[in-house]
């Protein structure tokens, strides 16, 4: 269970569903995550993954974290790596300690560059690209899966879609197994994304990433693409937070049928530590007929 690679469960024709958890700062934050985690054994995930903090400071959280939740949960456990603030060696140790745990699957980033600055610089002796590190895994662990990173709404620092398709061409070439996207809030995103990825010569498997919104405030923070209907549901909630959540589980229940009758292969939730919004969606998807096995 620990080592069975994503990438063959997307392949099986049934839709998946995954959540994405981040590593608490605070024992405070990782007795609420654990408490979300033992509420979210009813959602039965296909896998859980684990990002890696910004910065890689909370790398030991990932690690402390990943390798819990597979030991209390059973849970198939995907930690995220990034090649910021890491040597070539640092990252050999790091991913040779995931698998010496048993597990197969890894994110696999390049991160963002620290706060304040807008150019992400490579570690000495580390890595520039995801791609990078996505041909090192390869060369040295030829048997671990990874998921890549994809933006149907493009990645910010790069000058134009076809660039950053191109990019994102080169990392599956280097052995990307899966991609997993940014949320988005318009599924037509979605849509365009994977035809262009199929017409640059990308078949591999596109998990569309969800995040259930929480409010307004939350979704306007991230500036992706508000569709109007959902930004005046939103409003006309106006302080309302219990509102906000249903309507943010609604509009996430409706995305995913979506995908799921259009061919998507399932989809990863990210679920800001919480379970409440993730049962929500999938009793209503499960009342809708998905996930019902
Ligand atoms: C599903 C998902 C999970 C994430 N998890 C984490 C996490 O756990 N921790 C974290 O810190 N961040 C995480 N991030 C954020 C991610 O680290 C940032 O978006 C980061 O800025 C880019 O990472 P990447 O792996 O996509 O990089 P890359 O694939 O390296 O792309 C970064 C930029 O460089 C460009 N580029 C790539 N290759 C080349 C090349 N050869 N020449 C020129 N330009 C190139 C790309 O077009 C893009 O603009 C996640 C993002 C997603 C979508």
């Not at 610089?121 to 995801?130: E, I, L, M, S």
């Not at 995908?259 to 989809?267: N, Q």
């Not at 919480?274 to 009793?283: D, P, V």
Request: charged share 25%.
């Amino acid at each position: 269970m620990k080592s069975q690679p994503i990438s063959a469960l997307l392949q099986t024709g049934k839709p998946i569903k995954s959540l994405e958890f981040f590593p608490p700062k605070t024992e405070d934050d990782s007795r609420r995550l654990f408490l979300a985690a033992s509420r979210l054994k009813a959602f039965a995930p296909d896998f859980v993954s684990v990002t890696y903090g910004a910065g890689g400071s909370t790398r030991h959280f990932t690690q402390e974290i990943t390798a819990r939740l597979q030991k209390e949960l059973e849970w198939l456990m995907m930690p995220h790596l990034t090649c910021v603030s890491s040597t070539r060696d640092e990252l050999h140790e790091i991913i040779q300690g995931f698998y010496d745990e048993g597990f197969r699957n890894i994110m696999t980033l390049r991160g963002d560059p620290p706060k304040g600055s807008t150019e992400f610089v490579a570690t000495q002796d580390g890595f520039r690209y995801a791609s990078d590190l996505v041909g090192f895994i390869r060369e040295n662990f030829p048997d671990i899966c990874m998921g890549v990173a994809g933006y149907p709404e493009k990645h910010p620092e790069a000058p134009s879609m076809e660039e950053d398709l191109k990019n994102l061409t080169y990392k599956v070439d280097q052995g990307g197994d899966f991609i997993t996207t940014q949320l988005f809030y318009d599924n037509q995103l979605y849509f365009d994304y994977v035809d262009r990825l199929s017409e640059s010569g990308v078949t591999i498997p596109v998990l569309p990433g969800i995040l259930p919104i929480l409010s307004l405030a939350q979704v306007q923070r991230f500036g992706t693409a508000l569709p109007e209907a959902l930004s005046e549901k939103l409003e006309a909630a106006g302080d309302d937070k219990a509102a906000q959540r249903q309507i943010g589980v609604e509009w996430a229940t409706d995305q995913i049928a979506e995908l799921i009758d259009r061919g998507a292969p399932g989809v990863h939730l990210y679920i800001m530590n919480m379970s409440k919004s993730a049962l929500g969606i999938l009793e209503q998807l499960q009342a809708r007929g998905y996930f019902l096995d």
